[in-house]
T-cell receptor, first 114, second 112 residues
Framework: DTEVTQTPKHLVMGMTNKKSLKCEQHMGHRAMYWYKQKAKKPPELMFVYSYEKLSINESVPSRFSPECPNSSLLNLHLHALQPEDSALYLC?????????????FGPGTRLTVT | SQKIEQNSEALNIQEGKTATLTCNYTNYSPAYLQWYRQDPGRGPVFLLLIRENEKEKRKERLKVTFDTTLKQSLFHITASQPADSATYLCALVGYNTDKLIFGTGTRLQVFP
């Protein structure tokens, strides 16, 4: 199984809502990632988890809160978002370490903040 | 600051021709470079990886070159087909890190 799944596919939320994005992989990968992608722009790294520990936080606002409950799951908790946070949120996974491993991306969650 | 630019936002070519996409970077010393394909509304899909000490890599109709002196990678698709139409992203990875930095992307359109 070389698939990364993400739920929901689409999400519309108000600025006062709290919601969560979910990501799952069963490839035994120990690195998992959250990216944000705006239209016609490349993905921008938000967070990296390596062996279930947060290893990289790209100075993301605290209204985005990642969580890695186990090696297969990655969540992104959203609270008090702004309209400019509307984007495609991509999850990815890879083997972790110093060797060059490709990343496997999920289909993304299209988030709209109203 | 680090900068990764791909030669053009869009590239249109005729079916059967070779598409050549360029990735240039500054203020960075990557350990290796990857190329991804992204279709609209989908996540990127890995295509090829090349290490800093490798000059060229091939996979079927795809070829990647990496010149660390010029700080440039070229990505070629030979005998291009309309199904190759997509956005292509280069991505750099440094040493001892899982962090991938993506280039600006090139939208390739192959017309019959």
């Amino acid at each position: 199984d070389t698939e990364v799944t993400q739920t929901p596919k689409h999400l519309v939320m108000g600025m006062t809502n709290k919601k969560s994005l979910k990501c799952e992989q069963h490839m035994g990968h120990r690195a998992m990632y959250w990216y944000k992608q705006k239209a016609k722009k490349p993905p921008e790294l938000m967070f990296v988890y390596s062996y279930e520990k947060l290893s990289i936080n790209e100075s993301v606002p605290s209204r985005f809160s990642p969580e890695c409950p186990n090696s297969s799951l990655l969540n992104l908790h959203l609270h008090a978002l702004q309209p400019e946070d509307s984007a495609l949120y991509l999850c990815a996974s890879s083997h972790s370490g110093t060797s060059p491993y490709e990343q496997y991306f999920g289909p993304g969650t299209r988030l709209t903040v109203t | 600051s680090q900068k990764i630019e791909q030669n053009s936002e869009a590239l249109n070519i005729q079916e059967g021709k070779t598409a050549t996409l360029t990735c240039n970077y500054t203020n960075y010393s990557p350990a290796y470079l990857q190329w991804y394909r992204q279709d609209p509304g989908r996540g990127p899909v890995f295509l090829l990886l090349i290490r800093e000490n490798e000059k060229e890599k091939r996979k079927e109709r795809l070829k990647v070159t990496f010149d660390t002196t010029l700080k440039q990678s070229l990505f070629h698709i030979t005998a291009s087909q309309p199904a190759d139409s997509a956005t292509y992203l280069c991505a750099l990875v440094g040493y001892n890190t899982d962090k991938l930095i993506f280039g600006t992307g090139t939208r390739l359109q192959v017309f019959p």
